[in-house]
Nanobody, 126 residues
Framework: QDQFVMSGGGSVQAGGSLRLSCAAS????????MGWFRQAAGKKREGIAV???????DYADSVKGRFTLSRDNAKNTLYLEMNRLQPEDTATYYC????????????????????WGQGTQVTVSS
């Protein structure tokens, strides 16, 4: 059974928007740092956004100002609002968890190695 179920991916034109959701299997994940990483074809994983249990966020420079991460602990769900999408944002996006003791910057540095689910594809055409 997947710990996280991701949804919301799809295909959009450059400049468009998508909202990704990540539903956790249990409320236990509300105490963890949660976030998203992505992996484009032929490239290494890139941590892009994280949010700690206290609501502190951090973003990769590549998405800062365009992506917004939020969490609804009552629904055990993480949301990634992606605006002004560009072709270079094309990738498979994964929701993941990192240890709860980390600060947001620490979490961003390791989120791509955390526990994750099946991923959701985002394709941005020019």
């Amino acid at each position: 059974q997947d710990q996280f179920v991701m949804s919301g991916g799809g295909s959009v034109q450059a400049g468009g928007s998508l909202r990704l959701s990540c539903a956790a299997s249990t409320s236990a994940w509300s105490t963890y740092c949660m976030g998203w990483f992505r992996q484009a074809a032929g490239k290494k994983r890139e941590g892009i956004a994280v949010i700690t249990k206290d609501g502190s966020t951090d973003y990769a420079d590549s998405v800062k100002g365009r992506f917004t991460l939020s969490r609804d602990n009552a629904k055990n769900t993480l949301y990634l609002e992606m605006n002004r999408l560009q072709p270079e944002d094309t990738a498979t996006y994964y929701c993941a968890a990192a240890p709860p003791s980390m600060t947001a910057p620490q979490c961003l540095a390791v989120i791509a190695t955390g526990l994750w689910g099946q991923g959701t594809q985002v394709t941005v055409s020019s």
